[in-house]
């Protein structure tokens, strides 16, 4: 019987008879590098939201233009109008970053999908940053169609729409890092699929809605909601002379509230996963 070196342990360097038994069976396979990983996950996860996320997609885009038809007969124009469009924009990503993803997560959860992973040489993060990168990239098509239809509806110019190509992404890798954790936080099935719900409930509310007509304690929770500055950036590049350094600062607040979220989700897909 051979001893295996602390350091081997360490840094899964195995000596070949370590790895294998008396018999030659094969040795285990090498943990798989993250990038690699996050690639392959995407890549599942995005042709599986093709097959069964488009009828969703269509019913948050619809809803989305649904909402700014009914603002516009109240709101004219103006930074309350930049306001509507931009929110509405972002609300596509909440429904299907946010809402579908814990409800995805949490019957990941519960049906024993995280033990499938589990045996995978696939390092957590890249199941969790897979997952939220494809929700999010599913959303692109419905969040520039409502950009496009809003601008057109309350006569914003669409000159700017092309920081949407930033927007996005850094309000979904908020927004989904927020709907993994709340779906594999959950401790029920059902209780992931309620905050999903809430969560989406709480981007049309507090996005939508115009800042200033919003109460005091109302206008705080909206600063804490992560889809707020994707909003605001994109509400002021509807403005004839944009503030890009007040821009760039929200796409900074953003993705730094992504990072986070992230982390936060990678975090908790571990806990779950051990259990």
Not at 218 to 244: C, K, M, N, Q
Request: glycine share 12%; proline share 7%; charged share 10%.
């Amino acid at each position: 019987m051979s001893i295996v070196p602390a350091e081997a342990l360490s840094t899964g360097a195995l000596p070949a008879q370590a790895r294998g038994d008396e018999d030659g069976a094969a040795p285990l396979a090498p943990r798989a590098r993250l990038l690699p990983a996050l690639a392959a996950v995407y890549r599942a996860q995005l042709s599986r939201a093709r097959v069964s996320r488009i009828p969703l997609l269509f019913v948050a885009t619809f809803q989305s233009v649904g909402i700014m038809v009914l603002m516009r007969g109240v709101v004219d124009g103006g930074a309350e109008a930049r306001a509507v469009v931009a929110g509405s924009a972002v609300l596509v990503v909440a429904f299907v970053a946010l809402n579908l993803l814990a409800q995805y997560f949490g019957q990941l959860r519960a049906g024993g999908g995280l033990d499938h992973y589990a045996t995978l040489p696939v390092p957590p993060a890249a199941v969790v940053l897979g997952a939220a990168g494809a929700y999010a990239s599913f959303t692109v098509p419905g969040t520039v169609v409502t950009a496009v239809i809003g601008s057109v509806l309350f006569g914003l110019p669409l000159g700017n729409l092309w920081v949407l190509a930033a927007v996005v992404p850094l309000s979904g890798a908020a927004l989904a890092g927020l709907g993994a954790a709340l779906g594999l936080l959950a401790p029920r099935q059902e209780l992931a699929t309620l905050l999903g719900q809430l969560g989406m409930s709480a981007a049309l509310l507090l996005g939508v809605l115009p800042a200033e007509r919003l109460p005091g304690p109302i206008g705080w929770a909206r600063d804490l909601l992560p889809s707020t500055y994707g909003v605001e950036a994109l509400a002021r590049t509807f403005d004839p002379h944009p503030d890009w350094a007040a821009v760039g600062l929200d796409l900074a607040v953003c993705g730094a509230v992504g990072v986070v979220s992230l982390a936060v989700a990678t975090w908790a897909y571990r806990r779950a996963a051990v259990r």
